[in-house]
């Protein structure tokens, strides 16, 4: 009698299961990047040493991990909440475009007549509403003409940075940049605070560690987190429920993408001061933070680990740059070695493999 490979979808699993999963793939990524550095000829253990070294090792490095973590755990909360409705929102990256472009509108038009304490939160408000706005048309889409999300969210991160490059070389191009795409610098009073002595700008570190709490108790705490997991889980009983799916696709779509562009206008108030280049402002924020939302395993909370997670591969990877002469294109290998794995993992958290004889099977 033969035996023969059957898979089977696992009714339940425990949390300890699951963390050892989460373990073993993040086990399986960094396995699948010492590969590559040994087929680029380098030491793996010495290369994934200096990465983290590079993002922890120093002061400086510590500094700039939370200062690129802060980005990732706004997108990241926002990213929790739609992925865990299984609505794929791949668009993150414009909607931060999106947000830096209303929230510098807002900062270089009105940053004279208003004193900061009104004019940051203004901004913020714009950027949400920059964000918010580049997430509507995918939910119509989804919604009216049953558009697959993935492809809409991916095609508008192409529009906006296109926009935002029209814009910085055209109408908006600062006429006291010397010539280079930027716009005019932001004045003095739409410039962020920050934790003297670095670059980590308060207020969006603040913003982001308050919505990983407010999503949290939102998701797990409320009718609507009830009713958004239901969605997840089992969109047909949802509606057999009485649920309003377009309503809580239109909501956690608009937080998600309001939280993007809230992000975009901490990096260009609390880092850059003037809007520029689309790769400028963002380093991949809102394709990373895709990840940040998959190791978080869809919990809010824990955004703010994964999020400093990958912050220090970001870090690490530009050290490892420098002092290993690596392509500038290594992070986004990693990233997407990491996903991959991630993603291979969560397989087979849902699902186990059995030997059965053939007659079973």
Known sequence: MGWSIKIERRSSCSTLFSFLIMLASLAGGFALIALLFFFYGLNPLQAIWEIFSGSLGSLYGIVETITKAIPLVLIG??????????FWNIGAE????????????????????????????????????????WALPPVILRLRFNVNEVISTLMLNYIVAEILNFLITGPWKGKSQMG???????????????????????????LGL???????????????????????DNPHAARYAGIDISKITLTMML??????????????AGVHHHLSYPSSISSGYGYTAIIVAWLSKLNPLWTVFSGLFFACILVGGDAIQISLG????????????????????????????????????
Request: hydrophobic content about 50%.
């Open 77 to 86: 909360t926002g990213l929790t909440l739609v992925f865990r409705a299984k």
């Open 255 to 268: 937080i998600s993408g309001g939280l993007a562009g809230i992000a975009g206008v901490g990096e260009v």
């Open 180 to 206: 280079f795409p930027y716009t005019d610098d932001l004045p003095p009073s739409a410039i962020l605070s920050f934790i003297p002595g670095t670059r980590i700008h308060t207020s969006t570190l603040f």
């Open 326 to 361: 690596l392509p500038v294109a290594t992070v986004q290998i990693f990233n997407g070695m990491l996903l991959l794995s991630l993603i291979t993992g969560d397989y087979f958290l849902n699902h186990q493999v059995k030997i059965v004889p053939k007659e079973r099977a």
């Open 94 to 133: 414009g909607q931060l475009l999106m947000g830096a472009i209303f929230g510098g509108y807002v900062g270089l038009n009105l940053g004279a007549s208003l004193p900061s304490f009104l004019l940051i939160p203004l901004m913020f408000a714009a950027g949400f509403a920059g964000g918010a706005l």
């Open 210 to 232: 308050a919505s990983a709490a407010i999503l949290y108790v939102m998701v797990y705490h409320t009718k609507f987190g009830y009713e958004l997991r239901v969605v997840g």
